[in-house]
């Protein structure tokens, strides 16, 4: 089966190394708001674990497509001989200067490559356009166009009856913020257009949708051993004979919250390697739980969560029995649909905890003491954890590597909205997790059963 290569041409400065770098997932493609950009013709092979997909080429803009398509006109015989004459034109200027992008551009499609041209939606069209696109008609190649709306997709349907006129496939597209299944999609059509194609591109969409179940897969198993490893991470120091235990509170408080960020910042670096960004700058807040005060409302609400939701998601990790609880905190719809007494015992689990973790001294026993902060005991912990694991997640799954900016992230997705059924079974999940000793067979299954649970919250589908 031959490998489908793609010229992506147009205009300059029409977002033409911006498409190639979405659908190439390549973040070495050269992007700037200058035209000409791009000046010379490169390839960018899709590859998933080392099987080419299909290639991208990325063209220099047309700078003199009237003068091109005169040249063709004076040397035209019948329509059968027009690639043969486009190919004249580029055997006779390639050396020259004059014509030197439209000859970059033309040869990879006089080589067999298929045709995107792009075009910029927010701009109007006008008939200089025409000589471009009656040049790419001469070629024969199976072709498509993309209107990109860089800015306001004003012009779109004056641009859709242009393009009809020489494209079979007419595409409205982002190139910037292409979703996923808008990329398959796209093959997908040109197997439509290209028969001996079609095998070979249904094959490579298939592998991107499995390729990206496997990363979602990849991340949610990230998220889990860090939540793991949040749960279960103490600081200890030793303590010197009769020193005081108090001295040294603040600052084992200080590197606990310093270890918790730093496992946070790798585990989101690992999910952006899994999706192909080695180097992201990242905006983000700062973990800052151990400031926030855990019963106030506005704490949790900072997090996407409400405190209705820890109280169910409470009631089903058996936690904490006797006391009272204050049900005008938990809202009355909540208890009006659920079993009070679990309900009670959830919601002391909850509200019991006013601190993360706790501050221990242990004797040694071959002498000496040491103090202990943690393990985390928070109930709510991990679904922040979880919550904002959850948005970097979903901006980066949704990035294209046409994006060259920042990563800003921000605190967390809203867990409330997550329905109840899922809340409890995270919440099961994660106390499960606590329960197992890393390294035990008890904590692997934990954590498998928590990466499905996850990996479920990361579709496309849920909302977000
Ligand atoms: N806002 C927005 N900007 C875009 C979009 N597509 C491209 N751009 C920007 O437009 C500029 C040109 O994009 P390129 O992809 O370099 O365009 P090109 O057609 O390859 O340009 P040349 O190589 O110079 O011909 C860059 O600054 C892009 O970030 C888009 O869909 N939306
Ligand atoms: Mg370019």
New binding site residues.
């Given amino acids: 089966m031959s490998t489908p290569v793609f010229a992506v041409v147009?205009?300059?400065?029409?977002?033409?190394?911006?498409?190639?770098?979405t659908l190439a997932r390549d973040a070495t493609?050269?992007?700037?708001?200058?035209?000409?950009?791009?000046?010379h013709a490169r390839r960018f092979p899709m590859r998933v674990a080392d099987t080419v997909l299909y290639t991208l080429v990325?063209t220099?803009?047309f700078q003199r497509a009237r003068a091109a398509l005169d040249w063709m006109r004076q040397h035209e015989g019948d329509a059968a001989s027009r690639p043969a004459v486009v190919a004249r034109f580029v055997a006779e200027h390639h050396s020259g200067e004059r014509f030197r992008d439209e000859c970059e551009l033309l040869r990879p499609i006089l080589d067999g490559a298929g045709i995107i041209y792009?075009v910029?939606g927010a701009t109007p069209y006008g008939p200089e356009y025409d000589a471009e696109m009656e040049i790419l008609r001469w070629t024969g190649r199976p072709s498509m166009a993309i209107i990109?709306?860089?800015?306001q997709p004003l012009h779109v349907d004056s641009w859709t009856t242009a393009l009809g006129q020489f494209f079979r496939v007419v595409r409205v597209l982002?190139?910037?913020?292409a979703r996923f299944d808008q990329q398959v999609e796209l093959l997908r059509v040109f197997g439509l257009l290209q028969e001996e194609w079609r095998p070979s591109l249904e094959r490579a969409a298939d592998i991107l949708i499995d390729h990206r179940r496997h990363q979602q897969e990849d991340a949610a198993r990230v998220m889990a051993e860090m939540i793991s490893a949040v749960l279960h991470h103490v600081e200890l120091r030793r303590l010197e004979l009769g020193e005081p235990a108090q001295r040294h509170a603040a600052a084992l408080q200080e590197q606990y919250q310093g270890r918790l960020r730093q496992l946070e910042r790798e585990a989101r670096n690992e999910v952006e390697r899994i999706y192909g960004y080695d180097a992201l700058n990242r905006n983000e807040p700062e973990f800052e739980l151990l400031d926030l005060d855990l019963l106030a409302e506005e704490s949790w609400l900072a997090f996407g969560l409400k405190r209705r939701d820890l109280v169910a998601a409470g009631a089903v990790s058996g936690a904490v029995t006797g006391g009272l609880v204050d049900a005008s905190l938990l809202g009355t719809s909540f208890l009006a649909g659920s079993a009070i007494g679990g309900l009670v015992g959830g919601a002391l689990g909850w509200f019991s905890t006013d601190k993360l973790a706790e501050l221990k001294v242990l004797h040694q026993p071959m002498g000496g003491q040491r103090l202990r902060y943690g393990p985390a005991k928070s109930l709510q912990l991990p679904f922040v954890l979880l919550g904002r694991a959850r948005l970097h997640h979903q901006l980066v799954a949704g990035r294209t590597h046409?994006q060259?900016g920042t990563l800003v992230v921000g605190q967390g997705t809203a867990m409330h909205a997550l329905p109840d059924r899922v809340k409890k079974e995270l919440a099961a999940r994660f106390q499960r997790l606590r329960r197992t000793s890393p390294g035990s067979d008890g904590h692997e299954t934990a954590l498998a059963l928590l990466t499905d649970a996850i990996a479920d919250l990361l579709e496309p589908s849920q909302p977000n």
């Fill in positions: 147009g205009h300059p400065n029409k977002g033409k190394s911006s498409l190639v770098a493609v050269g992007i700037a708001p200058d035209p000409g950009t791009t000046t990325d220099p803009g792009v910029d990109n709306p860089i800015g982002d190139v910037l913020q046409a060259r």
